[in-house]
């Protein structure tokens, strides 16, 4: 029982240090401001697509998506589509490879990346952000993939055996 409410209890947990994870950025490195960007409850909504079940990523995507759109942002529906947009192609692109937690993880990050490149294309298409291409590439992508990628490195096998352990509880 414990174990089946763990999935969505991590979710929440997520959602809500994301937020205490953003007031450490920006920081001062070189002379440069860098961003880094917490996605973990992105990163956690791909590895439940890949090895737990599609559907119920989607669905977590739907309500985080939700969620994240009232508390964070003034736009109703950005994270709302994308959330479980990225949860169907997760889940659908684990059908063509191994599910192995490297390829996972680059799966994750691949996809983290393409979703901040979207996220910044919106914003700049509604005048939102004025930031040019290569300042965005490389003071805020960059970093947010170095500083989420060492979170999965920590905490990717923890999240594949949990979620594992879910769907052995579940097939059981």
């Known amino acids: 029982m414990i174990v ?8 929440l947990l997520l959602f809500f240090l994301e937020s205490n994870f953003a007031l450490f950025s920006p920081l001062e490195f070189n002379e440069r401001t860098v961003y880094l960007v917490p996605r973990f409850l992105f990163l956690y909504l791909v590895f439940i697509s890949v090895y737990y079940d599609r559907k119920r990523a989607i669905q977590y995507g739907l309500v985080f998506g939700i969620l ?20 169907i192609i997760a889940g659908s692109t684990v ?15 691949g996809l983290m990346g393409i979703f901040e490149f979207v ?10 952000t004025s930031m040019p291409l290569d300042v965005f590439f490389y003071d805020r ?4 993939i170095g500083a989420n990628l060492l ?17 052995l509880q579940r097939v059981e």
């Open 151 to 167: 979170f999965l490195l920590m905490l990717g096998w923890i999240f594949k055996y949990l979620i594992s352990a879910r769907l």
């Open 68 to 87: 994240f759109d009232v508390f964070y942002l003034n736009l109703i529906g950005l994270y709302t589509v994308l959330y479980p947009l990225v949860c």
């Open 141 to 144: 992508l960059l970093p947010t």
């Open 119 to 128: 996220l910044y294309q919106f914003f700049y298409f509604i005048s939102y």
């Open 4 to 11: 089946r409410l763990l999935i969505p209890f991590i979710a």
């Open 95 to 109: 059908r063509y490879m191994h599910q192995h937690l490297a390829t996972t993880i680059a799966l994750a990050i």
